[in-house]
C-alpha cells in the first residue's frame, strides 16, 4: 500500500512541479521526509481519489507545527493545504491553548489523536470566523492531520504577510481600524479569540490593502481561562505594530471597549 500511495503523490507532485513549479532537490527530500509520512500520504491519496486534490505543489510556509504547499483543487483551482507534522511537532506551543479547551476534554492524549483534533478545531474556527464576516480562508475538508482551504493569493502567490507590506499613514489606518473590528467580531460574533494575532498572521491583498487573518488553530472559545490573556495579547500586538506609522492606542482600552459590546449584548437579550 505504502508503494502504492507513495507512487500516486509522487506523479500528481511530479506533474505540478515539471509544468508549473521548480524545487531543488534537497529541499523537496526534506520536506517529504518531515512531512510525508506514510498515514500522511495515505490521506493525501484519499483526497486525491475524492477528487479535492489534483496535484501538489511547492511550500508555501513552514510553522512551528505545519507546512502550507499550493496545491490543484477541483476545476484546476488553486488550493491550500495544510499539513500538520505528526512525528516532528511537540505540544509545547500547544499545550496553553488545549488545556481548557472543552473540545479536546474527550480527547485521547496521543500525539495523534490531539494533532487530528487541533486540525478539525482550525476547520471550525475558520468557518466560525468567516460566519462572523471575517476575512479568513474558507475550509473545504478537514481529514486527519490535513487541511485543505482556499488559497490566499494570485497567480500561484500567496499574498504577502503585513510584516512584509509597506503601508503609507493614509492607508494604514484604515488596515489598523478593520484588524481591531475583526478582533471585535471574532470576540462577539464568533465567540472566539485568535490567541497568535501579529503582522505574521494577517496576509494583505496588496490592491486592496484588504487584511486577512489566518493560522486559526490555536484559537479558544471565550470560556477558556487564559482567553483574557489571549486577548489582550493579541491586542498589543497588532496595536505595538502600528505604532510605528503614528497610531498610538491603550490596547486595555481597546479590549474593554470590545468587552462592553458583549456586556450591552447581554442586558439587550436579557
Do not use: C
Amino acid at each position: 500500500m505504502k508503494k502504492e500511495v507513495t507512487n500516486k503523490v509522487k506523479r500528481i507532485d511530479t506533474e505540478v512541479d515539471r509544468s508549473r513549479m521548480r524545487r531543488k532537490d534537497t529541499d523537496t527530500l526534506k520536506v517529504k521526509e518531515n512531512v510525508f509520512d506514510e498515514p500522511t500520504l495515505k490521506t493525501l491519496y484519499t483526497l486525491s481519489n475524492k477528487g479535492i486534490v489534483q496535484a501538489i505543489g511547492g511550500s508555501i510556509s513552514t510553522g512551528k507545527e505545519a507546512n502550507v504547499f499550493l496545491a490543484e483543487g477541483e476545476e484546476e483551482k488553486d488550493i491550500a493545504i495544510k499539513i500538520y507534522r505528526i512525528s516532528s511537532s511537540t505540544f509545547n506551543s500547544m499545550e496553553d491553548y488545549i488545556l481548557g479547551d472543552p473540545r479536546f476534554r474527550n480527547v485521547r492524549h496521543s500525539k495523534r489523536d490531539i494533532i487530528f483534533a487541533w486540525t478539525k478545531k482550525e476547520q471550525r474556527n475558520l468557518i466560525r470566523a468567516k460566519e462572523a464576516g471575517i476575512r479568513v480562508p474558507e475550509p473545504i475538508v478537514a481529514e486527519r492531520n490535513i487541511l485543505v482551504m482556499e488559497f490566499m493569493g494570485e497567480d500561484e502567490r500567496p499574498y504577502p504577510q503585513l510584516k512584509d507590506i509597506r503601508l503609507d499613514k493614509e492607508t494604514a489606518r484604515p488596515v489598523y481600524d478593520t484588524i481591531i473590528n475583526y478582533l471585535d467580531l471574532l470576540y462577539n460574533e464568533a465567540n472566539l479569540v485568535h490567541g497568535d494575532l501579529s503582522e505574521y498572521n494577517i496576509l494583505i491583498i496588496p490592491d486592496t490593502k484588504e487584511p486577512i487573518i489566518i493560522d486559526m488553530g490555536q484559537s479558544v472559545t471565550k470560556e477558556h481561562p487564559r482567553s483574557r490573556d489571549f486577548m489582550i495579547r493579541d491586542i498589543e500586538n497588532i496595536v505595538r505594530y502600528f505604532k510605528k506609522y503614528g497610531i498610538n492606542e491603550d490596547p486595555h482600552e481597546i479590549y474593554s471597549a470590545i468587552r462592553d459590546k458583549e456586556e450591552k449584548t447581554e442586558i439587550k437579550d436579557s
